[in-house]
Each structure stands twice: as structure tokens, then as C-alpha cells.
């Protein structure tokens, strides 16, 4: 069964929008959309309906991106907005989020956006839960003022409550509700900082990504709860096997993600060991399973020949298909111009 989605769709290329589209079908999206390319008739596209997501080129000839975010931003329009664009550089992209984009990515890259949506459409829904908590803390104050003093005590509770589920809130808008790790979206905007700070002082860092082994014969054999109990025993025992200073994140699925600061390939390797050494050390224990699970790890380092976060990602996601062919239960160093099949042998 299809979703249905209602997609504003700013491009001026009637083919580009036709691969979109076609992006979407293929994720499962039923779009009902509309294509403009001026801001007057983007500005009758928002009077006409409410869009459950705007998909942007960054720039068009009498347009672009950062002109229809101002106009969502003069609207309040709250809906994810998703830069598409052919070419775009570091210092735009970025320029691009602080103005309000909540995702781009390229248009040769357009397997991100089923996902980026449906990740997006997520945190919209908790941002409005958000707000309907904070309206809700609102009334209650209002309310506090006007009643007499045998209310008092019991509007306070509410408002304590109400202060708890707004603060829960927020943190779970930055949090995987699964695994408590940091979310795709705040890990990714952590290597995207860590990404600049090196453009400005060439300070090196590394990221690992990790994958649980044979993870779907996991699911089919033991079930989806087990499997969910497996994600969160990896996830913590990554988080207890690596530094104060480094931070790791839920990518989607049973892949994480890393980000060493001030780290080299080696001082990575290194601690890439030590992760899969406490994988293998950790079981699922219940009084009918005892589980035990590996993971394989793909490594890379920041190098002048990465032209932007994205390729030190994709360079890291080869190596780890690498370390996959290889066997599994070990780690595959990329360098700039492949990868070096550093393998860490299985420990018993």
C-alpha cells in the first residue's frame, strides 16, 4: 500500500522532477505534487493546499533555494524542506541548513531521499507535539494566575509535567528512539561541524561505520523484538569501547556511525578492535536464547582528495562492503584512492 504524499516541488526541469517523482513511487510514496519554479508561483502553491514536503533545486534561473526558504520562513511554514541540487559546495550547504533546509543531497545521490522523507516526517511530528506541549504549559500558566489558592498546588503538578514531557520531547527529537544513541540527523550536523573545523585548521579526524553481521537471519529466526534487543546491546557496546571525545549515531538499520575527532587511520584501526573485541564478549542472554553477533566495520580519514563530507562517508560504506566480502567480524581501512584491506582477525 502506497503512502499518500503531497510534494511542492521547485525545480525547472520537468525530467529532474520526473526522476523524483519516480524516486518517491519507488519508496512506497503515492505523490500528489506541484511543480513551480517562480516565487509567485510558489507563493499560490502555499495559499492553494498544505504540503507535506518541498523538494528544492538550489538554484533555478529566476529562483532558488534559499529565496524559497525566506518565503517559507515569512509563512511559518512547517514542513521539511529537501535541497536537491546537481552541485553544491560545503559553505552553501551549510549557509543552507542555518537558513532552514533540513536535508540536501545530490541529484545523482537520490537513493537518500526515500529516507531523508521519511526521517523528516518524523521529526516534524515531534516538533508539533512540541509545540502542542508547550501551548498546553501555556494554558496551564494562564490558568495558574486566575485560580484560587486551593488550585495552586495541583496546576503546579501539571506544570511540572508538563515541563518533564516537553523536555522528553526535545531530547527524543536528537535521540534514536530505539538505541538512545545520538540520531542520523544530529551525527551527520556533529561530522558536518568536524568536516569544517578540518577545512579551516587541517585537524584529522576518522569515522567508523558499523554493521551487525547476518543481522536479517537474526530477525527471521528470532523475531523483530530480538532483533531490537540486539541493536541495543551493539549499540552499547560501542558507545562503552570508544572515547569521551568521540561520538557515534544510529545511521538507519543495524549500521552506526562513529566520528573520531583528532584521530588517524591508525589510532581508528586500533580502536575498531577493540569495539569488535567487546561485540564478541557480549551475548543476548534470556532463559531460551543465548545470542552471540559480530559487526564489520569500514574506516576512513579525512583526506585533501575528498571534495566533501558525503565522499569520506561513501569511502567509509566501501570499506565496510570490504570488510563484509572478506568474511565479516573485521575492519577495512579506505584510503583516497581505494582501500587498504587492514583486516583484524577474529579473536576467540
Not at 25 to 37: G, Q
Not at 66 to 71: K, Q, R, S, Y
Not at 131 to 151: F, P, S
Request: some cysteine; overall charge neutral; glycine content about 4%.
Amino acid at each position: 500500500m502506497h503512502i499518500p504524499l503531497r510534494v511542492l516541488l521547485i525545480e525547472d526541469s520537468q525530467d529532474d522532477a520526473l526522476l523524483l517523482l519516480h524516486e518517491l513511487r519507488r519508496c512506497e510514496y503515492d505523490p500528489v505534487f506541484e511543480r513551480v519554479d517562480t516565487p509567485a508561483s510558489m507563493q499560490a502553491a502555499l495559499e492553494g493546499q498544505t504540503w507535506d514536503v518541498i523538494i528544492a533545486d538550489y538554484s533555478l534561473p529566476r529562483f532558488s533555494a534559499m529565496d524559497a526558504l525566506a518565503l517559507c520562513k515569512e509563512r511559518a511554514i512547517d514542513a521539511p524542506f529537501i535541497i536537491v541540487s546537481g552541485t553544491i559546495g560545503d559553505e552553501k550547504a551549510v549557509a543552507a541548513m542555518k537558513a532552514g533546509a533540513h536535508d540536501f543531497l545530490t541529484k545523482g545521490n537520490l537513493v537518500r531521499l526515500g529516507p531523508a522523507i521519511q526521517r523528516e516526517l518524523r521529526e516534524v511530528e515531534i516538533r508539533r507535539a512540541c509545540k502542542r506541549a508547550e501551548t498546553a504549559l501555556q494554558k496551564a500558566n494562564e490558568e495558574l494566575e486566575a485560580k484560587v489558592a486551593e488550585r495552586t498546588r495541583a496546576l503546579v503538578r501539571a506544570n511540572l509535567q508538563l515541563r518533564k514531557a516537553i523536555h522528553k520531547l526535545k531530547k527524543f527529537s536528537r535521540e534514536d528512539a530505539l538505541t538512545g544513541l545520538l540520531n542520523r540527523r544530529i551525527i551527520l550536523e556533529r561530522a558536518t561541524t568536524e568536516w569544517m573545523r578540518w577545512r579551516r585548521y587541517v585537524s584529522a579526524f576518522s569515522i567508523m561505520i558499523i554493521d551487525a553481521d547476518d543481522f536479517k537471519s537474526i530477525n527471521d529466526r528470532y523475531g523483530h523484538l530480538t532483533g531490537d534487543q540486539v541493536l541495543k546491546l551493539i549499540a552499547n557496546t560501542i558507545k562503552r569501547s570508544i572515547r569521551a571525545v568521540d561520538m557515534v549515531g544510529r545511521l538507519g538499520g543495524e549500521e552506526f556511525v562513529v566520528l573520531m575527532p583528532e584521530t588517524s587511520a591508525e589510532g581508528a584501526l586500533a580502536a575498531s578492535q577493540n569495539i569488535m573485541h567487546n561485540v564478541r564478549q557480549t551475548r543476548l542472554r534470556t532463559d531460551d536464547l543465548n545470542i552471540q553477533v559480530t559487526v564489520s566495520i569500514g574506516i576512513a580519514t579525512v583526506s585533501y582528495d575528498d571534495k566533501n563530507f558525503d565522499s569520506l562517508l561513501q569511502r567509509a560504506d566501501v570499506a565496510l562492503y570490504a570488510a563484509k566480502r572478506q568474511g565479516k567480524d573485521r575492519a577495512v581501512v579506505s584510503s583516497a584512492c581505494g582501500f587498504s584491506e587492514l583486516v583484524v582477525a577474529s579473536v576467540g
